[in-house]
């Protein structure tokens, strides 16, 4: 049994706990609170950190270093005879004793084109002679300057060169062929003897269809 002080004692701490109820309850409250925020705050910390993304942007790789082609210069090509306008002329590299024979202004009237192989190739340093009707006499060519030959200059119209017996002088007179190839030429006769035909002169190193093509008209063989 208690006694009177005792239940005065246990009376008032129950009306102080009463009392006081509401707040504990807060206390006990935000104290849970507390201890869930620092939970959350101890995972986030041991959680590890993400890497930023970073976007660049993509670079087209260089274009390649294309190297210009070399274009082949032009040709001096001299044009004489029965033209209107003789003289030394600039032409493209590939042209042909037509276009040499237009930039001289064409033919006169009394030009004898049946003589003239308008198609064959032109070449650096070259004469082109262009015969009169009824010609019969060989034009003067133009002397060469000291230490040069005479290659390139086309060999005349009607004055067909016997590769078997022309020198390395008179060869060189043919389109295409210098002193190398005449020379060549000459040493061929010399070592396998005379030529059958004029397509036998491909025989020769250096002498392909190319410039076979050029000179065919301009040889023979006796």
């Not at 201890?35 to 890497?51: H, Q, T, W």
């Not at 590939?94 to 198609?119: F, K, Y």
């Not at 190193?205 to 006796?222: N, P």
Request: charged fraction near 15%.
């Amino acid at each position: 049994m208690w006694s009177l002080p005792g239940r005065e004692v246990m009376n008032r701490i129950g009306r102080s706990l009463d009392k006081h109820r509401e707040g504990v309850a807060v206390g006990l409250l935000l104290s849970l609170l507390f201890g869930i925020a620092l939970g959350v705050i101890l995972l986030s910390a041991k959680r590890p950190v993400a890497a930023p993304i970073v976007i660049q942007s993509i670079t087209a790789p260089p274009a390649p270093n294309v190297v210009p082609t070399a274009t082949p210069l032009s040709i001096q090509v001299y044009v004489s005879g029965a033209v209107p306008r003789p003289g030394v002329y600039a032409l493209p590299w590939d042209s042909r004793v037509e276009q040499a024979v237009a930039a001289a202004g064409g033919t006169t009237a009394d030009a004898d084109l049946v003589r003239v192989n308008l198609a064959a190739r032109v070449h650096d340093e070259q004469q082109v002679y262009v015969p009169y009707q009824g010609e019969v006499a060989t034009p003067i060519l133009p002397t060469t300057m000291p230490g040069t030959s005479n290659a390139g200059l086309l060999a005349l119209p009607g004055q067909k060169i016997n590769i078997n017996t022309a020198s390395a002088t008179e060869l060189e007179t043919l389109p295409g062929i210098g002193p190398v190839l005449a020379q060549r030429i000459v040493e061929y006769r010399q070592t396998n003897g005379p030529f059958s035909r004029p397509e036998d002169i491909k025989k020769v190193k250096g002498i392909g269809d190319g410039i076979f093509a050029d000179i065919k008209d301009w040889i023979i063989v006796e």
